[in-house]
């Protein structure tokens, strides 16, 4: 079956380090996958795409990797600040007809000053 | 910046009623979404539409039905509320691109908190 996982615990981390979220996904050939925040009571806000041929990619300090190998997507957030604190939502595209994503339930971070 | 708005932030129906959830974008977009979250389910697409008077069923469109009569605007129609539709309800757009192109971006309205009595 289909699945998009994402650690489901919290992230609990201090102020100034590197904050690592994960994607794996299972039985799904997706041409790219988004990152989306959401704050509580909110909707999702896109963060950063990243394509299939890609390895990495950069948006000021975050930083999204994807392993089509591995199927994970990785989901840093260097010098991390308590305003990064949210849930944050993985989604894979898939290059069909209709222009469709599916999205992981999302990690939820908590940054401590 | 493109604007996605719900029509209401919280609503209380009761048992049986017919619920109204309207969704309206300012960006052109074609593509409009409906989604659910609930806790530990993530985000579920009910229907989305990618023209006007087009739809098609996302995964959970048992309950719902949509409306789509003008490009900026979509409905999603729960026909006679229950309570295991108390939900965060979710309108997204995005704009169609070129097959092998895409990026589907998402934007999203602020959600509608849905609560059946």
């Known amino acids: 079956s289909q699945k998009i996982e994402q650690n489901s615990e919290a992230l609990n981390i201090q102020e100034g380090k590197t904050a690592t979220l994960t994607c794996n996904y299972t039985n799904y050939s997706p041409a790219y996958l988004q990152w989306y925040r959401q704050d509580p009571g909110r909707g999702p806000v896109f963060l950063l795409l990243i394509r299939e041929n890609e390895k990495e990619k950069r948006k000021e300090r975050l930083k999204v990797t994807f392993d089509t190998t591995l199927k994970q997507s990785l989901f840093h957030i260097t010098a991390s600040q308590p305003a990064d604190s949210a849930t944050y939502l993985c989604?894979?595209?898939?290059?069909?007809?209709?222009?469709?994503?599916?999205f992981g339930t999302g990690t939820r971070l908590l940054v401590s000053p | 910046d493109v604007k996605v708005t719900q029509s209401s932030r919280y609503l209380v129906k009761r048992t049986g009623e017919k619920v109204f959830l309207e969704c309206v974008q300012d960006?052109?977009?074609?593509?409009m979404f409906w989604y659910r979250q609930d806790p530990g389910l993530g985000l579920r697409l009910i229907y989305f539409s990618y023209d006007v008077k087009m739809k098609e069923k996302g995964d959970i469109p048992e309950g719902y039905s949509v409306s789509r009569e003008k490009k900026e605007r979509f409905s999603l129609i729960l026909e006679s509320a229950s309570t295991n539709q108390t939900s965060m309800y979710l309108c997204?757009?995005?704009?169609?691109?070129?097959?092998?192109?895409?990026?589907?971006?998402?934007?999203f309205g602020p959600g509608t908190r849905l609560t059946v009595l």
């Open positions: 960006m052109d977009h074609e593509n």
């Open positions: 989604a894979l595209g898939e290059d069909t007809g209709f222009q469709k994503l599916v």
């Open positions: 997204a757009s995005s704009l169609v691109v070129g097959r092998g192109q895409g990026t589907d971006t998402q934007y």
